[in-house]
T-cell receptor, first 112, second 115 residues
Framework: QQQVKQSPQSLIVQKGGIPIINCAYE??????FPWYQQFPGKGPALLIA?????SEKKEGRFTISFNKSAKQFSLHIMDSQPGDSATYFC???????????FGQGTELSVKP | DTEVTQTPKHLVMGMTNKKSLKCEQH?????MYWYKQKAKKPPELMFV???????INESVPSRFSPECPNSSLLNLHLHALQPEDSALYLC??????????????FGPGTRLLVL
């Protein structure tokens, strides 16, 4: 199964809150899991990425948690700001095909 | 510098027109990609070029014709498009070989409207 399932579809939090976006996959051949941030009218920008041999990775206010046995990973945004309002895509890299498989996206709105 | 540039930013074309989208990167990347993105959907892979050769075509209709003139440039030639082809067309690039394709850098996209 070359799908990545992402939830929720949309998310509204107050400034300072911690939005959490979840993704799940089936294919154990996936070996790299990036998150992309996309603002309206812009291309996706690589935010943070993790490999399955690591359970957590933190870069600034962004943290990925990875559960290999459950085949799930999630993005946490600490101390969220209105400027974080964007669409977030999780993805999985399928090395055998050389392709990125994207989740369906989460539209995040951070209210002031 | 991790910049991928795309021109034009916006394009409106009729169904009988021929137009081209352009993409450029100067990061020394040897893999380049075209993606199509509809509103509120994820990018969908169309084509992959590896060392200026087409390596992946995701069964894209022949009205889309990619071209990679050199290692820095990628074109997408458009002919006889349909209104449902209206979308944001994204170019991306990455290193190539082994796991290098996993880190892809996207351009800002060309917003295409087909009338």
């Amino acid at each position: 199964q070359q799908q990545v399932k992402q939830s929720p579809q949309s998310l509204i939090v107050q400034k300072g809150g911690i939005p959490i976006i979840n993704c799940a996959y089936e294919n154990t051949a996936f070996d790299y899991f990036p998150w992309y941030q996309q603002f309206p009218g812009k291309g996706p920008a690589l935010l943070i990425a993790i490999r399955p041999d690591v359970s957590e990775k933190k870069e600034g206010r962004f943290t990925i948690s990875f559960n290999k046995s459950a085949k799930q990973f999630s993005l946490h945004i600490m101390d969220s700001q209105p400027g974080d309002s964007a669409t977030y895509f999780c993805a999985a890299f399928y090395n055998q095909g050389g392709k990125l498989i994207f989740g369906q996206g989460t539209e995040l709105s951070v209210k002031p | 510098d991790t910049e991928v540039t795309q021109t034009p930013k916006h394009l409106v074309m009729g169904m009988t027109n021929k137009k081209s989208l352009k993409c450029e990167q100067h990061m020394g990347h040897r893999a380049m990609y075209w993606y199509k993105q509809k509103a509120k959907k994820p990018p969908e892979l169309m084509f992959v070029y590896s060392y200026e050769k087409l390596s992946i075509n995701e069964s894209v209709p022949s009205r889309f014709s990619p071209e990679c003139p050199n290692s820095s440039l990628l074109n997408l030639h458009l002919h006889a498009l349909q209104p449902e082809d209206s979308a944001l067309y994204l170019c991306a690039s990455s290193q190539d070989g082994g796991l290098a394709r996993e880190t892809q850098y996207f351009g800002p996209g060309t917003r295409l409207l087909v009338l």
